[in-house]
């Protein structure tokens, strides 16, 4: 043999040993598996979340006959066709009100990413990619979970970040980032290796059966709570948007619960079990990728960072803030259909400049070149972006959409919604000047363009740590040209405010309570709910 055959020889059997290796490593034990937990006393619940699921079309394949297990438990639950998703209506983020019973803007973060001004480094929590670790250590320490308060019981997730206190938490990052880029980059040669392609890179169907297969194992040791993500379709409408597969993934994701559903008669845990479906946020296809950066810089010259996307490499989040120094301001991208921008503050010194909040005459007189520009103002005129919110003063929220003003106040403990000029959410004249509790605007904004808006804007306005402007995407439109690895732009995407995005089903089967139909329930209820049926 020639020196070149042997060369060749070594470098595919290392390749070959290499990903031998790797399966090996993917298949690694967990010793978690064996450990023994106290019995799980009283009632138990199981939360599933189907990432990204599109109320219509969950409902069109409901009324099809193509969900009969969703079908045989909407029948027996408490069930809302007008879920209210946290805003922004972000995986993770949006999953803290199901484990707690409390809002979202309460957790101590602010979606996936977010600017925190109070660190001297690391000052964009991201919690995409291998940063993810860092959103339980973020979290608010003030409101215990389903999963803390489960105590030494035995309790079990698969796929959520916001896993604090869980006894087994199982992470599939590898498998789930090989089915959304099925096709795409590298992901496209890996699943073409022979005998072990389809081992190393499954895709979405695939994926959530394994899924299933470990939630089963988990299952049989009675978790208190147990929660189980299904992440394929929100993955698949950021890939490739909405088509027959994405129809496909959610009867498939009825099946696996089916399986899960009986398994839980079979071992008897059937008069104990509290089972929830739920999903954090819809979807919206987009068809164009808007660069806000670019934007801002062609049009006031000045400069404003976007941060990463994902970080691959590390789990560090180390970035000084002295990096900034040539910025002017920080644009936080969620979802990719909402954003906050964070501006600096250039009267301060140096080390003060990031620290504050701007107030609002000060981001309607800012200084860009030698001219003073009005942000909120001039932001109404990039064709991408409907809703530009920032606060007033605490207790006023301004809402533009193009030329179209209004004002969200707080009067007591209720809001009104006061239209200045046109009517930027397009709501009916009945809800126009007319304080309303909480409650009262999710009812009455169900089938609105934007339901349970003023109540989702105040509280994330209101938060600590949120942008000086809160900006969302006209519908088709995202706000992350260039953004993602392995696929640059993305089709589809969420984190706005709009019906689509926002409203999501609610599945909520408690063994032993009539089942009934609600008109509309915010993400937190849901948890009260389930908070109220395990006693904690
Ligand atoms: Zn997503």
Redesign the pocket.
């Known amino acids: 043999m020639s020196v070149s055959g042997n060369k060749k020889k070594k470098i595919v059997l290392t390749l070959l040993l290499g990903i031998v290796c790797f399966i090996i490593y993917l298949n690694r034990p967990d010793p978690e598996w064996t450990r023994e937990y106290p019995a799980t006393k009283g009632k138990t619940c199981t939360i599933f979340l189907i990432?990204?699921l599109s109320s219509e079309i969950f409902k069109e394949e409901l009324e099809a006959g193509h969900l009969p297990t969703l079908a045989k438990l909407i029948s027996k639950s408490m069930y809302t066709e007008n879920g209210n998703s946290s805003f922004p209506t972000?995986?993770g983020y949006g999953f803290f009100p199901f484990i707690t019973g409390a809002e979202a803007t309460e957790s101590g973060i602010l979606g996936l990413r977010w600017f925190d001004r109070n660190r001297s480094d690391g000052n964009l929590r991201n919690y995409v990619g291998r940063t993810n670790i860092h959103m339980n250590e973020d979290l608010s320490d003030s409101i215990k979970n389903f999963f803390e308060l489960s105590g030494n019981a035995y309790t079990a997730s698969i796929n959520t970040y916001m896993n604090r206190g869980v006894k087994h938490p199982i992470m599939t990052g590898w498998a789930h980032t090989t089915a959304k880029y099925e096709g795409k980059s590298l992901f496209k040669w890996l699943r073409l290796i022979p005998f072990y392609g389809e081992d190393i890179a499954k895709d979405h169907f695939e994926h959530e059966s394994e899924v299933l297969q470990m939630s089963l194992r988990q299952l049989r040791k009675n978790p208190k709570v147990h929660w189980v993500t299904f992440p394929s379709p929100?993955?698949y409408?950021?890939v490739f948007g909405t088509d027959v597969k994405y129809h496909q993934l959610i009867r498939h994701i009825d099946s696996l619960i089916g399986v899960y559903v009986n398994e839980v008669k079979s071992i008897g845990q059937e008069s104990d079990r509290m089972i929830a479906v739920v999903s954090d946020?819809g979807?919206s296809d987009v068809h164009e990728n808007i660069d806000f950066c670019k934007w801002m810089e062609e049009h006031t010259g000045l400069h404003i960072e976007r941060g990463k996307s994902v970080h691959v490499l590390s789990s560090a989040l180390d970035e000084p803030i002295e990096s900034l120094s040539k910025k002017d301001g920080y644009f936080v991208i969620n979802?990719n259909l909402t954003a906050y921008l964070y501006m600096k503050n250039n009267t301060f010194v140096a080390k003060e400049q990031w620290k504050y909040p701007l107030p609002a005459p000060m981001l309607k007189n800012y200084p860009a070149g030698n001219k003073m520009i009005n942000i909120p103002e001039l932001l109404t005129q990039m064709d991408g972006l409907e809703l530009i919110i920032y606060k007033e003063n605490p207790e006023e929220m301004v809402i533009l959409n193009g030329q179209e003003k209004a004002i969200v106040k707080r009067i007591d403990h209720r809001l009104s919604y006061h239209v200045i000029e046109g009517n930027p959410l397009n709501y009916p004249d009945s809800l126009r000047r007319i304080p309303l509790t909480s409650y009262q605007w999710l009812q009455r904004t169900t089938e609105t363009d934007f339901p349970n808006a003023i109540p989702r804007i105040w509280q994330l306005m209101s938060a600590k740590g949120i942008g000086d402007i809160v900006m969302t995407s006209r519908k088709g439109v995202d706000l992350a040209n260039d953004y993602e690895i392995f696929v640059g732009n993305y089709k589809g995407?969420?984190g706005g405010l709009r019906k689509e995005i926002i409203t999501v089903p609610y599945i909520l089967y408690r063994p032993g309570h009539v089942p009934g139909k609600m008109n509309a329930m915010n993400s937190a209820e849901v948890g009260r709910m389930i908070k109220e049926f395990l006693c904690f």
């Open positions: 990432d990204g972000m995986t929100d993955a409408n950021h946020h979807i979802g995407g969420h």
